[in-house]
């Protein structure tokens, strides 16, 4: 069974801070990927970024970076530089080897004040 | 490039009422999924399609929910009879392949919000 579990139901960062939410997951695969996704007030979910479970390197993208340690379970995301329009929900997620199932964690509200 | 493509955008109907969403993913991705997510909660898979064969459907209530993709391309989902725990927003996504990788990065649609009465 995959369990994602994200603790911070609300975040709260100044613009131009950064900012890092946590999520720690468990599986019993040798092989998954895990992402974050943000969800807008619209509803739309937008794909962040992606970690692979045997990438040597922590992976980034733009102002998003994924602090992925592995033998802690753990996948925060950093991001850096906050914007207005960073306010949102915040999903990690996490998928098992080839089709496997993908679970998602209860997410966290981040608002960026001004 | 054309989005996932959902519709209705919305639905309220009364308990014990039928009710169908309809999903047309991005071309040429074979994989499909359907999540339901209740307010406050991440989105919970609750089938997904590798062309039109059903990979995994464990979380689905098969006594009221079914789906289908037939000829591999569109889907619906319904739900009969509907009850009052049903309202939430059922999104579809879409991915190239199923397998983990960069390009599963999956593309959602922008959902149908359900409100059970």
């Known amino acids: 069974a995959q369990k994602i579990t994200q603790t911070q139901p609300g975040m709260f960062v100044q613009e131009k801070e950064a900012v890092t939410l946590d999520c720690t997951y468990d599986?019993?695969?040798?092989?998954?990927?895990l992402f974050w996704y943000k969800q807008p007030s619209s509803g739309e979910m937008i794909f962040l970024i992606y970690?692979?479970?045997?990438?040597?390197q922590n992976a980034t993208e733009g102002r998003y970076s994924l602090n992925f340690q592995k033998a802690r379970k753990s996948a925060n995301l950093v991001i850096s530089a906050s914007q207005l329009g960073d306010s949102a929900m915040y999903f990690c997620?996490?998928?098992?080897?080839?089709?496997?199932?993908?679970?998602f964690g209860d997410g966290t509200t981040l608002t960026v004040k001004p | 490039e054309a989005g996932v493509a959902q519709s209705p955008r919305y639905k309220i109907i009364e308990k014990r009422q039928s009710v169908a969403f309809w999903c047309n993913p991005i071309?040429?991705?074979?994989?499909l999924y359907w999540y339901q997510q209740i307010l406050g909660q991440g989105p919970k898979l609750l089938i997904q399609?590798?062309?039109?064969?059903?990979?995994?459907d464990s979380q689905l209530p098969k006594d009221r929910f079914s789906a289908e993709r037939l000829k591999g391309v569109d889907s619906t989902l319904k739900i009969q009879p509907a009850k009052l725990e049903d309202s939430a927003v059922y999104l579809c996504?879409?991915?190239?392949?199923?397998?983990?990788?960069?390009?599963?990065?999956?593309?959602f649609g922008p959902g149908t919000r359900l409100t059970v009465l």
């Open positions: 997620a996490m998928k098992g080897t080839n089709a496997g199932k993908s679970t």
């Open positions: 071309s040429g991705h074979a994989t």
């Open positions: 996504a879409s991915s190239f392949f199923a397998k983990v990788d960069r390009a599963f990065g999956q593309f």
């Open positions: 399609f590798q062309n039109n064969g059903v990979v995994d």
């Open positions: 970690q692979g479970s045997y990438d040597e």
């Open positions: 599986t019993s695969d040798q092989s998954y990927g």
